[in-house]
């Protein structure tokens, strides 16, 4: 007996081997189309890029979302340059391609059409719209050791990243903006102050204020706020 057993050490386990097989295939299945894919994704960003520089530029931006068929404004294009965690405004490298495509599943500019209402109610959790709210200010920074925006960009931002959530608000703190002359710029701790306010504030319904006294209000309210998380 075991000598019979001794012969059968070593020996490939049938079994095995069979069960091995699929699984290899599939690997290898598997391996082929994720190839493809990242084949399919740089093949699109190249065109779209400029073939000096090597990077998609705001030439190329315009162009891509006019064959997605989105303005070139649209939010959904600061969130697609999130997702991809671009760092210069107006430019995409290949790297942030590939990192947005992949992460959105698409190849294709149809899949990626596709992809920005999912793009958006990601970006809309409460989980992860802080940090796009923040990236957007860090996106903006367009000259190196800039810390700060001026207020008429801001203005636009603001309108654009947290208007649709906070409609009244922001358009009172964008005509007090525009009206003021204590600020020149905004900083990022301010930036980020007021989306903490907004958030955190049970503001009273403000369609029916006159918009000379809807502002002192807000502004009451954020003295309040801040005074509390001084305390």
């Known amino acids: 007996m075991r000598r019979s057993a001794s012969r059968k050490t070593g020996q490939p386990n049938s079994t095995s081997s069979a069960n091995s097989l699929p699984t290899d295939i599939f690997r290898s299945a598997s391996s082929k189309a994720t190839s493809k894919e990242l084949e399919r994704i740089d093949n699109l960003f190249h065109s779209y890029a400029n073939r000096s520089s090597g990077m998609i530029d705001p030439e190329g931006i315009e162009t891509l979302c006019s064959d997605m068929e989105v303005d070139h404004t649209d939010v959904r294009i600061l969130m697609l340059a999130w997702k991809m965690k671009a760092e210069k405004q107006g430019y995409f490298i290949l790297e942030e391609w590939r990192r947005g495509l992949k992460a959105l599943r698409a190849d294709t500019i149809n899949k990626l059409k596709k992809a920005l209402p999912e793009l958006e109610k990601e970006v809309k959790r409460p989980s992860t719209f802080l940090d796009f709210y923040s990236y957007a200010f860090r ?93």
């Open 139 to 231: 996106y903006c920074l367009t000259e190196e050791k800039q810390k700060s925006i001026d207020i008429e960009s801001i203005c636009e931002l603001l309108d654009l990243v947290l208007g649709s959530q906070f409609h009244a608000q922001v358009d009172l703190f964008i005509q007090y903006l525009k009206t003021q002359n204590d600020y020149k710029v905004i900083n990022m701790d301010q930036w980020m102050g007021f989306y903490r306010f907004c958030n955190e504030i049970s503001f009273p319904d403000l369609s029916n204020y006159d918009p000379n006294l809807a502002w002192p209000l807000i502004l009451d309210n954020f003295v309040e706020w801040l005074e509390a998380k001084q305390s």
